[in-house]
């Protein structure tokens, strides 16, 4: 249920030492378009505010020594229950951190089909392990280290977002089939027609629809096979697809070879 359907908006709590870096996904873009549409109720919480000494102290040195410092589990874990009240069963729980499952598509339309998203950006050298231990799910956006947690959360956001039902049309949904299909986009191209001295591919001005299908569905097969050959051993191919593939990662590796003499 969410608001399209009569029934509450989709709830995503952040939870974060730098709230002001939210701003933007509230004013802009998809976040703007679903807040408008009541169908997202999206809130940022400072967890300098759950901290209870003079200093709004937020971080302490770890036990057993070591460079940096951990985020004491305190303010982090009231901010946490009060994000949660009357948090539905299925309520998300995220940490953001390196050492999290690698955020993908499937992910994060698993998280879109939850009621409440709690997402909460971690810092320094990482939080306490007993919040750790309460969150449903450790999150990271990929291999390459953040000074926090927060642009990973707005990656959370923007994609389970914009996957909520009536936030978007249907390009976006489009969009989505071909990308579960496994494949890369295909390349796109609008007026002029010449530009930089550079002609849009004839076919596409063909008219033919049949011959425009394929030239996308090869081009995605090159793009995909050039640029992520991991993509496309998940990929749905026909047998003539495939002998295409390997013919072009058969290619590509003679091509690398080649550069590296
Ligand atoms: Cl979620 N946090 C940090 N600090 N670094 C990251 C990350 C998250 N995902 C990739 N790198």
Not at 65 to 83: C, D, H, T, Y
Not at 237 to 246: D, I, N, P, R, V
Request: aromatic share 6%; net charge negative.
């Amino acid at each position: 249920m969410n608001q399209a359907d009569g029934g509450s908006p989709y709830r995503i709590d952040i939870l974060t030492i730098f709230p002001g870096y939210f701003a933007d996904f509230c004013a802009e873009g998809v976040g703007r378009i679903a807040i408008e549409k009541g169908l997202l109720d999206f809130n940022v919480s400072d967890i300098r505010d759950f901290t209870r000494d003079a200093h709004r102290t937020v971080d302490d040195y770890p036990f057993g020594g070591g460079p940096g410092m951990v985020m004491k589990p305190e303010p982090v874990s009231l901010a946490i229950a009060k994000a949660m009240t009357e948090a539905p069963k299925d309520t998300r729980l995220v940490i953001l951190t390196p050492r999290g499952k690698v955020f993908d598509q499937t992910l994060a339309s698993d998280l879109s089909r939850a009621k409440r998203l709690v997402l909460v950006c971690g810092h320094y050298e990482g939080l306490d392990e007993r919040i750790h231990e309460i969150a449903t799910d450790d999150i990271s956006i990929g291999d390459y280290v953040l000074s926090g947690g927060e642009p990973a959360a707005a990656v959370v956001a923007d994609a389970v977002t914009r996957l909520l039902p009536g936030v978007l049309g249907d390009a976006a949904s489009l969009l989505e089939e071909s990308f579960e299909d496994g494949l890369l986009e295909y390349p796109q191209y609008t007026r002029p027609q010449i530009f930089n001295e550079r002609a849009v591919p004839d076919v596409l001005l063909s008219g033919n629809h049949g011959k425009i299908s394929r030239w996308r569905r090869d081009q995605a097969i090159i793009a995909t096979a050039r640029r992520r050959p991991d993509l496309l051993r998940r990929a749905n191919l026909t047998k003539e697809e495939t002998q295409l593939a390997e013919r072009l990662l058969h290619d590509y590796e003679k091509e690398r070879r080649r550069d590296k003499d």
